[in-house]
């Protein structure tokens, strides 16, 4: 590499109070070129990315953007020299046209007019140079999330951004709209643009990235040329050590039913039908998965499953209890009947951030004991009882003082994991067993689901990651828009076939 | 985002707050001193006028057993994640109960009875206006903190037509019930203490300081050593985590703003009961709305709940001492004290933060 890396960072230090976020990291970014940067999540990446960005300023350390050192202090500056950056969630105002969000924050003027006929016209000359076509006059709200994120790219662009940022960009995608995406960076790559990719998903570095960065506890640990390296050598490089990506399980020895949807609905205030006609099964000693993008249901159907909210119309059996509109449940007499619940978004729900990791650990077991005695919470078995679920799931630090939010996602993950699965439930509901988790927590994760499987629990697996799905489930349910569209037994699986009906299309 | 190193306990607990009211009373100092008076002076007479006597002291506990009470009143829903402002009306429904009570059964009952009656009575009925706008939030959506400030109104309302019209004293110019016999009055603080000895100058401080202190170990072991008390600081922290572990919000709502009432009105126990011995009107006289500056100044907690409302006892009593000695402090001039205190520690409680952070941490890197 001869010609100058559009980024150079040498020696970036960040810290967080006692956290050493970024230790001393050097890399260089080349042009025209798309450079991937893959660890485990709290490796720094999105940390060192913000300091790029000027969302954060580094406590050392220097950026050279071709060639010229900077200062990046604000994200205006970032713009400023062409760097943009799409971000995992997207920002974009929903009932807001794909034109008027481009030229938010850049509106050109007091009257939007000019300022819009101008974006026009930019628009399309993106559109035909980049092969990026948006309908302009569409409203956000109304475009897939793959047209959203094309949006997102071309709102960086048109603010003359010519190094490139994405963030987890597959996140939210199918297979398929992932594919697409890598395509269109293809495209952006050809026309020099420079492309700086994030995630933790190797597949992705290996399919799309020309080189690639390892970083692991605020340092980069490997630089390597995209074809000269293999997915397990990176997996082993990001984990400090040999990791299993595949995971060994016997046949399922499948028993009674236990949990028994017929045609299961719901409809919300506005009327949206947000489940239409669900049917499933769950029976004692396997795992079912439930794939699909995120959205299309997953979350309701948990919902329903765990008692938070009642069906509009259809039955739920659980362990021979029927519930349905008239007869609704709450998630206390869920508990009671055997049914325990890994919610999907464990800060929102099943985590109390600001409580210590001890009262987490009771969250929603509270009223019983031996935690509850004499209409008295028994403070010191609480702490044991904590300390306990700690050492069997290893969950680091072992401090069930320490406040839950002080734990990484990993860690949090798992202490949610030793509650609900600590009293040997008959039925598991699993959402997102390892979303934010790393690749250590994630192989004990899936270890510790099958181990309760064998037990003769039924479980239920609802995830995004196509791969977390495939290699746990024993059966696996495909939802789109609400539906089911698909039931596929895991051997005969594929990723092109789920992904034809995690977009609808019947296979 | 990752947030600045947070505060070491002790610091947030002892150093915030008093940082806090060093700048109010600076500030006050320049407004004294804007007024024409000599500030260090003021103070002397503020500190004098509040602690200076055992008369003195007597009025500042009277008055701080009123802010315990609406302070807890406040802290209790603000574990719940909801914004009681309605206990000045909850205090002065909650006073209604105990005087109808007592009105009621003082001639037929002794006070080993007619005392826990009228006390009950007092829990009661301010419970009772709290769970209204409770009720209305709980199932109809209606918010809380409007609701309670309207139902400040409609009490204010209330008492001035029943004082006015049904329970005026017969023969009375003046909208006063009856005066209560002597089982319906609580037992003053000179005198209890009289009798085991201890002679102190007789003033408005009555044996219901015992009951705020009650009160005030009640809720910590209600919030923090029971499973109703968890489920309401999780509703409070995150009402989603609350519904997945199964506590239905609705009940928790009703509950919490039930509690938080039946505290609030038990200013009326210390203000009719220990004090005026009959129904008067207007005697919450603001100690709802300052109990939400008490619970803020308190963090919320039983022991910074006691500290800050001795303050703003010392406050209420040394402030009207100086407005007596010093004629150009009047009445108003001490309440824009307390008002900047207010200002200082409940909407600026966070304003020193980020200073005392950076004291922290730089006194720390210091240290290799």
Known sequence: MAAVPAIELSGIQKSFGSVHAVRGVSLSIAKGAITGIVGENGAGKSTLMSILYGLYRADAGEIRIDGQPMRMDNPHDAIAHGIGMVHQHFMLVDTFTVLENLVLGAEGGPLLAG???????????????????????????????????????????????????????????????????????????????????????????????????VMRQGQIVADRRTADTSPEELAELMVGRKVRLQLDKAAPKVGDVLLAAEKLSLVDQRGVRLLDNVDLELRAGEIVGIAGVSGNGQTELLQILSGIRRPSSGTLTVCGRLIDAHHPTDPAEMRALGLAHVPEDRLRQGMVAAFQASETAILGYQAEPPFCRNYLLDQPAVGRHCATLMDRFDVRPRAPALRSSNFSGGNQQKLVLAREMDRTPRVLLVGQPTRGVDIGAIEFIHRELVKSRDQGCAVLVVSVELDEILSLADRIVVMFAGRITGEVPAGRADERTLGLMMAGAHA | MIARRPLPAWAEIAVLPLVNIALAFLTVGIIVRIIGVDPFHALSLLVV?????????????????????????????????????????????????????????????????????????????????????????????????????????????LMVYLMVNVLIAPGSMTPQSRNFADSGKLMSMHDALAAIGITVAPSAANVSILLAVLCCIGVWVFLWHTPWGYALRTMGHNPEAAVYAGTNLRHMTMLTMCISGGLAGFVGVNELMGVHHRIVLDFPAGYGFAGIAVALMGRSHPVGIVLAALLFGALQQGGAELAFEIPSMTRETVVVIQGLIILFSGALVNMPRPWLQWLFSSRRAERP
């Open chain 1, 115 to 213: 300022g819009l006929a101008a974006a026009r016209a930019e628009l399309e000359r993106l559109a035909r140079e980049y092969g990026l076509s948006v309908n302009p006059d569409a409203r956000i709200a109304d475009l897939s999330v793959g047209e959203q994120q094309r949006v997102e790219i071309l709102k960086v662009l048109f603010r003359g951004a010519n190094i490139l940022i994405l963030d987890e960009p597959s996140a939210v995608l199918t297979p398929q709209e992932t594919d697409q995406l890598f395509r269109i960076l293809e495209t952006l790559k050809e026309r020099g643009v420079t492309i700086v990719l994030i995630t933790h998903k190797l597949r992705e570095i290996m399919a799309a990235t020309d080189h690639v960065y």
């Open chain 2, 49 to 157: 006028g509040a602690l200076g006597s055992s008369e003195s002291i007597g009025y500042t506990f009277y008055y701080a057993t009123n802010f315990i009470f609406t302070g807890l009143a406040v802290a209790v829903a603000f574990h719940a994640g909801l914004f009681n402002i309605g206990g000045e009306g909850q205090a002065y429904i909650g006073g209604l109960g105990c005087g109808l009570a007592i009105l009621a059964l003082d001639r037929y009952l002794p006070a080993p009875l007619m005392i826990p009656i009228a006390i009950l009575a007092a829990a009661l009925f301010g419970a009772a206006w709290a769970a209204v706008p409770a009720w209305l939030q709980a199932w109809r959506g209606s918010h809380i903190v409007i609701t309670t400030i309207m139902f400040n109104f409609l009490a204010a309302a």
